[in-house]
C-alpha cells in the first residue's frame, strides 16, 4: 500500500500522517511496505523502433556460398544467389581484379559463360586475355557500394584493358584501374584511348554470345558504334544499350537460366539497333549536367533495403551452412 501526502500543508501536517499511518496498521507496516509491488518502469520502445539491419550488410558478412542447388533467386537489382560457384582468380586467358571484395562469384551458368568467353574474346581481339571486375558476392544480395544490380550471379563487369602477358600480383590487382575510354565532356569516345578494331571487337563478341541478354555501355561508347555501323543492323547491336557510367568497362548480363524458377526476367531488348533519336536523351543536360538539390540536414537518410525487400527464399539463403571448399 503507498500513501501520497501533499506536503502544501507543512512538514508538521506530514509527520502527524506518517505517525498515524504507522500506528495504524502497526507492526506489520514495514512489511506490508516492502511487500507491495512497485508499479514497473513502461519498457522503452527502443526496441520496436530500431532500423532492421540493412540486406546489404548481411550478405556482404557471408565469405561462402550456401549449400543448395545452384539457383538465381529474385531480379538483377533484388535478389540472392544461391549454390554459388567462384571464378578462378587465374585463368589461362583471364585474371579477377580487386580480389579483396570476394565478387568472383555468380551462377554456374556465369561462370560457364566467362571460361568460354575469355579465350574467345582474346582471339577477336589480339590481346592475352581479359580482366574481370565485379561479379556477386558469395549469396549473391545487396552490395555495399559499387552496384545495385550483380545481386543473382548473372552480371559481370569486364574491363576495356587488355590482360598482361604476366600474372598479377594481389597488390597489382586492387591498385590498377581500367582504361576510360570516354571524353571528359561524355559527348565522344576519347581518341587516345579508344581502339576501334580491339574494343569493338571484345563488345561484339560478348554480344554474339546466346546466352546474353544485355552488354551494357557508357551512351558514347554506343553512339560511336553506331557511327561506324552506318546503315547496317547486325543483331548484336540490339543487345548493347546505353546506361550510366560504364565508361571502363562493358556489363554483361546472362538471361535467367533454366534451373532458376524463381529467376525474374528482365523485359526483351527492343528490336532495333537503338541509335540516333534513341540515343538523345543520354546527351540531354538531364543526363549530363544533372541538378543536385543540396540535401536537408533534417530529413530521414534514405530507406535501406532489409531482407523483407528480398524474395522470401533469401533468408533461406542466408540461414543455409556455408560449402566450403571441397564439398560437392
Same mark, same amino acid.
Given at each position: 500500500?503507498?500513501?501520497?501526502v501533499s506536503t502544501r500543508f507543512g512538514l508538521g501536517f506530514v509527520r502527524n500522517v506518517a505517525v498515524g499511518v504507522v500506528l495504524t496498521l502497526g507492526p506489520n507496516a514495514g512489511a506490508m511496505a516492502q511487500s507491495t509491488p512497485m508499479p514497473t518502469a513502461k519498457p522503452s520502445n527502443a526496441a520496436e523502433k530500431a ?32 549454390? %554459388? ?33 575469355? !579465350? ?41 584493358? @587488355? ?93 535467367? !537460366? ?8 528482365? @523485359? ?42 528480398? !524474395? !522470401? ?8 551452412? @556455408?560449402?566450403?571448399? %571441397?564439398?560437392?
Amino acid at each position: 500500500m503507498t500513501f501520497r501526502v501533499s506536503t502544501r500543508f507543512g512538514l508538521g501536517f506530514v509527520r502527524n500522517v506518517a505517525v498515524g499511518v504507522v500506528l495504524t496498521l502497526g507492526p506489520n507496516a514495514g512489511a506490508m511496505a516492502q511487500s507491495t509491488p512497485m508499479p514497473t518502469a513502461k519498457p522503452s520502445n527502443a526496441a520496436e523502433k530500431a532500423e532492421p539491419v540493412p540486406a546489404k550488410t548481411l550478405f556482404a558478412a557471408e565469405k561462402l556460398p550456401s549449400l543448395g542447388k545452384a539457383m538465381a533467386i529474385g531480379y538483377y537489382p533484388r535478389g540472392c544467389l544461391q549454390g %554459388g560457384v567462384a571464378l578462378p582468380e587465374t585463368g589461362p586467358t583471364w585474371q579477377v581484379m580487386r580480389i579483396s571484395r570476394n565478387r568472383m562469384w555468380g551462377h554456374p551458368s556465369l561462370v560457364q559463360f566467362l571460361e568460354k568467353f575469355a !579465350p574467345l574474346a582474346a582471339r577477336a581481339t589480339g590481346w592475352h586475355g581479359v580482366l574481370i571486375g565485379d561479379m556477386a558476392q558469395p549469396r549473391g544480395g545487396p552490395l555495399p557500394f559499387g552496384h545495385l544490380s550483380h545481386q543473382i550471379g548473372l552480371d559481370v563487369d569486364i574491363w576495356f584493358m @587488355p590482360m598482361p602477358g604476366h600474372v598479377l600480383s594481389d597488390a597489382d590487382r586492387e591498385k590498377i584501374s581500367a582504361i576510360d575510354l570516354v571524353s571528359k565532356d561524355r559527348l565522344h569516345v576519347n581518341p587516345q584511348t579508344w581502339q576501334p578494331q580491339a574494343d569493338v571487337a571484345f563488345i561484339r563478341t560478348a554480344a554474339e554470345q546466346p546466352e546474353v541478354e544485355r552488354v551494357l555501355v557508357n551512351a558514347a561508347i554506343k553512339k560511336e558504334i553506331c557511327r561506324m555501323q552506318g546503315d547496317k543492323h547486325p543483331a548484336w547491336m540490339d543487345k548493347l544499350r546505353p546506361w550510366y557510367g560504364h565508361n571502363d568497362h562493358i556489363h554483361v548480363r546472362l538471361r535467367c !537460366p533454366p534451373d532458376s524458377p524463381s529467376c525474374r526476367k528482365q @523485359p526483351p531488348v527492343p528490336n532495333d539497333a537503338g541509335c540516333g533519336k534513341a540515343l538523345d536523351y543520354w546527351f540531354s543536360d538531364r543526363v549530363l549536367h544533372p541538378k543536385i538539390k543540396p540535401r536537408d540536414p533534417n530529413a530521414k537518410p534514405p530507406r535501406q533495403i532489409t531482407l523483407a525487400d528480398l !524474395p !522470401p527464399a533469401c533468408k533461406t539463403v542466408l540461414d543455409e551452412p @556455408p560449402r566450403l571448399p %571441397g564439398d560437392n
